[in-house]
């Protein structure tokens, strides 16, 4: 567990599995959700005992520093970031495993800098992403939750999720709920910058009407090693874009999750094994 600077001087938290035998292990990034961190690997960690693995908190989540200029919350910067920790650690290539805004980032890096990726599998993120998925988001983006305690707020996660998520037992989402807010004396706080909302506010106004074209992002990803996951009820990867996906890119390695909404927890044995199909397939030596 560690720290580094950004070029714009930001300290950014990174966890880095490396040890004695870490050159001869493929280091695979993992980058998570929007207002998440690095813990959402969690649950994948003990199936990736093969690779060293580095999480990375972005820039306003988890215990990484938050941005005076909130407009620095967007995916470029944090793609740049992800070169500034493969930089600092010395990596002149590795493989990516992005959650939903990581999946974007990782795009973003395919666009950018694709001679720095050995692999990329995107989880339950795509170039489309249907309006009531972000609505949803939006919802509940830099809002405090109304539960005032970690066992009420883990009771109405529990009920929210269960339709997209009926097999996960009640405990998975306390330790989500446990992980992600703070409890204090005046009810949770957010474990991210609630400025991130005026973010994507100011950053959506600045598009106006126009919706930007996602799919050379997807697109500069062809020739590598890619796996995409789906979670078989998520409202952020519709079925109609993992197809075209798929379609797109015949080469990538696609799976459906099922039981799963937004996003898979990457423990299920579909997703270990998608993960794994991609990453033996790189070209990465030590």
Known sequence: MANFETQDGLRLYYTDTADSTQDAKLPLICLPGLTRCGLDFRYFAPHAQAYRIITLDARGRGRSAYDNNFMNYNVLQEAQDVLALMDHLGLKTAAI???????????????????????????????????????????????????????????????????????????????????????????????????????????????????????????????????????????????????????????AVAQEIPNRGHVPFLDEPEAVETIHTVLEQTQWQP
């Not at 692999?119 to 998925?133: C, M, Q, T, Y």
């Open 97 to 251: 495993l992005g959650t939903s805004r990581g999946g974007l980032v990782a795009m973003t890096l395919a666009a950018t800098a694709k001679d720095r990726l050995a692999a990329v599998i995107l989880n339950d993120v795509g170039p489309e992403i249907p309006s009531d998925g972000l609505a949803r988001i939006m919802d509940y983006l830099g809002r405090k939750p109304a539960a005032k305690t970690l066992e009420l707020a883990a009771q109405q996660l529990h009920a929210a999720m269960a339709p997209a998520f009926p097999d996960v037992p009640s405990q998975r989402w306390r330790e989500e709920v446990e992980t992600f807010y703070t409890q204090t004396d005046d009810g949770l706080d957010l474990r991210y910058d609630a400025k991130m909302r005026d973010a994507l506010l100011a950053q959506a106004q600045a598009l106006g009407d126009t919706v930007p074209d996602l799919w050379p992002m997807y697109m500069a990803l062809e020739g590598l090693p890619l796996g995409v996951l789906r979670g078989a009820n998520s409202d952020i990867l519709s079925a109609e874009t993992f197809q075209k996906m798929r379609d797109a890119i015949p080469s």
